[in-house]
């Protein structure tokens, strides 16, 4: 399991690193994530990256509109992705 600072930077790199995401999609899995939030967003971010073979980016906002209008669960996913804005 991925922790603290590690896992934010991890999640970051896949999420946004054009040089290093799909290497960090095979060196992890969405499982090695500690919260449901961050492993919703690593399997988004797998799948992305699996299809297009570049990491989200900009675009990880649309493919998690429908998860960011849930609630609670939607408060914490727009948490995150605040968090690796700044």
């Known amino acids: 399991m991925l922790q603290g600072a590690l896992e934010d930077n991890v999640l970051t ?25 961050y492993r919703k967003i690593a399997e988004h971010a797998f ?20 998860d960011l209008r849930k609630g609670e669960e939607g408060q914490v996913l727009q948490r995150v992705l605040l968090d690796m804005d700044t």
Do not use: M
């Open 13 to 37: 790199l896949l999420c946004w690193s054009n040089e290093h995401a799909a290497a960090v999609a095979l060196a992890v899995s969405p499982q090695l994530f500690s919260t449901r939030a």
């Open 47 to 66: 799948n992305y990256i699996a299809d297009y073979n570049s990491p989200p980016g900009v675009h990880l906002r649309d493919i998690l509109e429908d």
